[in-house]
């Protein structure tokens, strides 16, 4: 192949992948997939992390903590509605993964809480952090730094999928 078909091939070959995405991580019988954050405007100190665990095994097991280099604490939440408004509050006693379910963490329900952050969280950037479960153990997980406004992993800040290359 010549020189310019390569590189053709190659502009192609990114417009099609589409936007880099952080690799699955398999903890015990638990399967994260999907991680990412959003960025933070300059001065926020707090940060939302997102992800999909799906528990492939027969016990249940449970998210309860984590750690992350970009933050003072890491801390478990949840989004509901109550008479008609939004509330977000701690979940101290975290989140149980029953056996065959996924669980999505959204901007809408469970998310993780990067509290105290250091610094901005970026677009493009990644998080790295620990998820702690209470039998699979300790999982690295890099979230991937979405724009301010998104709903999803290589979205749109209005919520639909980015289009590249177009």
Request: charged share 20%.
């Amino acid at each position: 192949m010549n020189r310019i078909g390569f590189v053709i091939a190659l502009l192609f070959a990114m417009c099609v992948v589409g936007p880099a995405r952080a690799d699955d991580v398999m903890v015990g019988n638990l399967k994260l997939t999907a991680a990412w954050a959003r960025a933070t405007p300059k001065g926020a100190t707090v940060g939302g992390g997102y992800f999909t665990v799906t528990n492939t095994g027969n016990a249940a097991d449970r998210l309860v903590g984590g750690t992350s280099d970009v933050s003072n604490r890491f801390e478990i939440h949840q989004m509901s509605m109550d008479k008609g408004v939004m509330k977000m509050r701690e979940v101290t006693s975290g989140i149980e993964i029953n056996p065959g379910q996924t669980i999505r963490f959204e901007p809408s329900g469970y998310h993780v809480m990067f509290v105290g952050l250091r610094q901005p969280l970026k677009q493009g950037d990644h998080v790295k952090a620990t998820l702690q479960f209470e039998k699979a153990g300790n999982a690295s997980v890099d979230f991937v730094v979405e724009s301010i406004g998104a709903r999803s992993v290589g979205s749109a800040p209005d919520g639909k999928p980015m289009q590249h290359g177009h």
